[in-house]
């Protein structure tokens, strides 16, 4: 018996990486998803983002665990379409019981360089779409007798300041300040709502030029590889690991999801390797 | 097959409560025990403590799933006795992986006669203790090196001062439940080059006979302030010793292998209030 038989869950940026590990790993616990990704570009990102192709595939591996799920081609940022996609999601799979707040992009500059671009996009898509997230579940949640558990993604750069990423760290902090607000007004109704904080995790958002570089300042732009990288990795955490896999973000999602942990709320819980103590 | 096949764990204050809850559930995990407590009272305690029948009970409960255990008396205050329980457990299961640091009082409502004596009394037990109970076998888990889990658990009052009375016994475990922290946080940077992670667990009232007693019962009714301390931001008064271990059972498991120097409320949200 998995450990969210019969329930549903909401996931946004599902279509690979982090988004797509936690509809598999819950699935493998008996749950149906709802999944979103933008499966789209946003100009401001300096790697290649998701595709249909992708989100087809986060289903196909739901699917191959004999588990439901309806994915939609949809923008957090877009209050109106994540709602009907969640309304459609719930429509199909009769409730909700579960909420992963989970997509975020990434982008590097020190402060003075950002333009408002860069900055906009940043708190539209992880900030922003966190807020429209939680908004667009919280009526089917409500709903729903037996309560929920809403799981908001930071990061260790929403507990502590990175260099280079004023915009990542400042969505990052906002997350926190929701995730409290939102445990507060929706305990009432038995809804949990916790973040998680993870270190690296080896994912498309991290894998690529554009984080090489950021991690690795002593060296000409374009020229670090990914083992230069992991070795500034490596030196973010306690222990003597280079990254996270996106699974034991996944773990930690379920264990907050499921009734193992209905007494806990309002928490931040770093899967960091211990990289925020350091 | 269970999350924790073949590891062995070091449980204190494991005859009652939250210990027992533990050694079951990571028993049912597949874990075998080395189980301690003290058995005795402490002067400063108005309410009963556990008892060697409490223990016996932990015992029969952990070999009814099929796992062993090693049960004996010692004290969390006494570092060589507790050393030598620790030891012989180890002799009869093997070494240990897995260390939580359970053991604890709460003087709340108990009389003061002498403030002195019940300031040092938590701090013995509830911080000392902890040391005492991670030093010794810290050093085996290095020298083994094949990584290891420890759990202290803080509680509500190791990251609020919420409700505080001003008595010793409170100011007491408020200071020894933050020193714990300290103290986690400390080991995680000492031994994580080693694979060994640690974390705490900060319980809100939970249902055991620490709590759920006379002295402490006329102590709420009594003092309306003390309602502060356990009032939770969910609408449920007191939390099960199981939703405790489940938490441990998670951070010590394979699920929770990359978790370290983390401060874990299980609390209905006492906290987030």
């Not at chain 1, 779409?129 to 260790?156: C, E, Q, Y």
Request: aromatic letters at 4%; glycine letters at 10%.
């Amino acid at each position: 018996m998995g450990m969210l038989e019969g329930k549903v869950a909401f996931i946004t940026g599902a279509a690979r990486g982090q988004g797509r590990s936690h509809a598999v790993r819950m699935a493998q616990e008996g749950a149906d998803i709802i999944a979103i990704d933008l499966c789209g570009q946003i100009d401001t990102v300096p790697y290649p983002m998701a595709t249909p192709e992708d989100l087809a595939e986060t289903v196909r591996q739901v699917e191959a665990l004999d588990r439901r799920i309806v994915a939609t081609q949809a923008d957090v940022r877009d209050g109106a379409a994540l709602r009907a996609a969640v309304d459609d999601g719930v429509a199909q799979l009769g409730k909700l019981d579960i909420v992963s707040a989970n997509a975020g992009i990434a982008s590097y500059g020190p402060v003075e360089e950002l333009t408002d671009e860069v900055w906009d996009d940043m708190l539209a898509t992880n900030l922003s779409g966190v807020f429209k997230t939680a908004r667009a579940a919280i009526p089917h949640l409500k709903a729903n007798p037996d309560g929920g558990a809403l799981i908001l993604t930071s990061s260790t750069a929403g507990i502590m300041g990175i260099a280079n990423a004023g915009h990542y760290v400042a969505a990052k902090h906002g997350v926190v300040g929701l995730m409290k607000v939102l445990a507060l007004e929706l305990a009432p109704h038995m809804i949990r709502v916790n973040s998680v904080h993870p270190t690296t995790v080896n994912t498309d958002m991290i894998a690529n030029q554009g984080t090489y570089d950021l991690f690795r300042p002593d060296m000409a732009a374009g020229t670090a590889t990914a083992d230069d990288a992991q070795q500034a990795f490596l030196s973010l955490n306690l222990l003597p690991i280079r990254w996270v896999d996106p699974v034991d973000i996944s773990n930690a999602v379920v264990w907050l999801a499921s009734d193992m942990a209905r007494y806990v709320t309002g928490v931040q819980l770093p899967v960091d390797a211990g990289s925020v103590i350091k | 097959m269970g999350k924790l096949e073949g590891k062995v764990a070091f449980i204190t204050g494991a005859a009652r409560g939250q210990g027992r809850s533990h050694a079951i559930r990571l028993a049912e995990e597949g874990a075998d025990i080395i189980a301690i407590d003290l058995l005795e009272q402490v002067s400063t305690i108005d309410y009963p403590m556990s008892t060697q029948a409490d223990l016996d009970e932990t015992v029969a409960a952990v070999e009814a799933l099929d796992r062993r255990i090693v049960a004996s008396k010692a004290d969390v205050r006494d570092i060589e006795a507790l050393t030598a329980a620790y030891r012989a457990g180890v002799a009869e299961l093997g070494p240990v992986d897995i260390v939580l640091a359970n053991a604890g009082i709460a003087q709340l409502g108990s009389a003061e006669p002498d403030p002195v004596v019940s300031f040092n009394d938590v701090i013995d037990i509830n911080l000392r203790g902890v040391w005492n109970t991670v030093w010794p076998v810290a050093q085996d888990m290095i020298e083994r090196g094949e990584g290891g889990a420890i759990v202290l658990t803080s509680s509500t009052q190791g990251l609020t001062g919420r409700g505080s009375d001003g008595s010793a016994g409170a100011l007491g475990y408020a200071a020894a439940k933050h020193g714990v922290v300290g103290l986690m946080r400390s080991f995680a940077n000492w031994l994580s080059p080693h694979n060994i992670r640690v974390n705490t667990v900060h319980p809100t009232g939970v249902e055991t006979p620490m709590v759920m007693n006379e002295v402490i019962g006329k102590y709420i009714q009594d003092n309306p302030g003390a309602a502060a301390m356990v009032a939770n931001l969910m609408p449920v008064d007191l939390v099960q010793p199981r939703d405790i271990s489940n938490a441990i059972a998670f951070l010590v498991s394979d699920e929770g292998r990359y978790i370290t120097g983390v401060t874990l409320p299980v609390d209905a949200g006492f906290t987030a209030k």
